[in-house]
């Protein structure tokens, strides 16, 4: 899947960079590698779904403020599925700032 | 002030440290030094004053996922002075992850 989901620059030094995802309903981030740890921040409760290049489907429950860190290298793309796309948005976006550690 | 929020940490490596504060109304960090550069993620929208040890308050207003990045060596607290502490606190906790950036 392409990249629909909306991402935003918030701050960026030489050691991290600060990346605000928006995700409407089944909007993807597109498949991508991490080439650096990171801590995401959901800003929202939401539902995800991490897929690997394998196919691979990971639901995941997000809960605004309940960071988590993950390791350089992971190759997925991450889907907001918290429910079908013709619901009431406002109940199903996912927001979440993710820390990427640069150096 | 004394420490009055909650901190809780969320996650920990060698390069950086992911602290969770909650604020109900009026409630304060305490005066702290920050020994690291950081960046906080506001979970809610909110209104803190930045107290300096000079007496100077500055009030900020938070968004949610409007991530801010800061460097080290400030010296301040930081109160949640969103509204009356007698309020509806719903509308009024503040919640904010901070990521500091230890190496």
Chains 1, 2 share one sequence.
């Not at 989901?5 to 928006?22: F, G, I, K, P, S």
């Not at 599925?81 to 979440?96: I, N, Y």
Request: proline letters at 6%; charged letters at 25%; glycine letters at 6%.
């Amino acid at each position: 899947m392409t990249t629909t989901a909306r991402a935003a620059l918030q701050n960026e030094d030489e050691r991290v960079r600060v990346t605000r995802w928006d995700f409407e309903p089944q909007e993807s981030t597109g498949r991508h590698v991490h080439e650096h740890d990171y801590v995401v921040v959901p800003v929202t409760d939401g539902q995800t779904d991490v897929i690997t290049p394998d196919g691979t489907v990971t639901t995941s429950q997000l809960r605004a403020g309940q960071s988590y860190a993950r390791p350089a290298g992971g190759e997925h793309e991450v889907v907001n599925t918290g429910c079908p796309a013709d619901l009431h948005r406002d109940r199903t976006e996912v927001t979440a700032p993710e820390v990427n550690k640069i150096h």
